[in-house]
C-alpha cells in the first residue's frame, strides 16, 4: 500500500458542530502532516507528528485539535470552526530518513463551514 | 523566514517549445528543495529533488545556490504536462517545509 487515504473526501458542517477528519497511511512513515490548501493557494502547514508526537504547530487556532493514535493514523478534530475554515484539508506522510524525506499526500478532504 | 517564489501565476507555451518555471528562494540554513505536481483531479505529487539530480518525466532542476534559484526546465513541453507546479523548501533536512505560491503550466496543441 502506497497511498494516504483521506475520509470524508466532502464535509459540510455547520459552525456549532463537532466532527473530524481521519488519515490513513500503511507505508511505515513516521512523520504525519496536516495542510490547510484554500482555493487557488499553496497548501499551508498546520500540524506535524513525528513518532507519534507533536513537533510542529503552526499556531493553528485552537479550534482545530490533531490526534495520533498510531504511526498509522492521523486526525483532525473540528470544533466551532468559522466560515474562513472551509478549504481543502491535506494528510501528509514522510518517512524519518535523512535524504529521503518526500511527502507523500492524500487526496484530501474539502471542508465547507456554513 | 524562509520563503519560496515563484513569479508566474500562469505559464502558456505550445506543444514542442521549451518550459522553465521560475523558483527562487530565501533561507539562510541548508535547504532542500523539491518540485510537486498536481494534475487535474490528482493529489498532489512529487516530481522532483534536488538531492536527487535526476531527469523525471523530461524535466530537470538544478539548485544554484549562488541565486538561490530552482528553475524547472523540461526542452519540449508535452500536453500532458499541463498542471499545477509548487516548488518547495524544507528546512535543514526537518520536516517544516514550505510551498511556494505555485505556477499553473498550460500547454497548448
Known sequence: DTEVTQTPKHLVMGMTNKKSLKCEQHMGHRAMYWYKQKAKKPPELMFVYSYEKLSINESVPSRFSPECPNSSLLNLHLHALQPEDSALYLCASSQEVTGANVLTFGAGSRLTVL | ?109
Open chain 2, 1 to 109: 523566514a524562509q520563503r519560496v517564489t515563484q513569479p508566474e501565476k500562469l505559464l502558456s507555451v505550445f506543444k514542442g517549445a521549451p518550459v522553465e518555471l521560475k523558483c527562487n528562494y530565501s533561507y539562510s540554513g541548508s535547504p532542500e528543495l523539491f518540485w510537486y505536481v498536481q494534475y487535474s483531479r490528482q493529489r498532489l505529487q512529487l516530481l522532483l529533488r534536488h538531492i536527487s539530480r535526476e531527469s523525471i518525466k523530461g524535466f530537470t532542476a538544478d539548485l544554484n545556490k549562488g541565486e538561490t534559484s530552482f528553475h524547472l526546465k523540461k526542452p519540449f513541453a508535452q500536453e500532458e504536462d499541463s498542471a499545477m507546479y509548487y516548488c518547495a523548501l524544507r528546512r535543514d533536512y526537518g520536516q517544516n517545509f514550505v510551498f511556494g505560491p505555485g505556477t499553473r503550466l498550460s500547454v497548448l496543441p
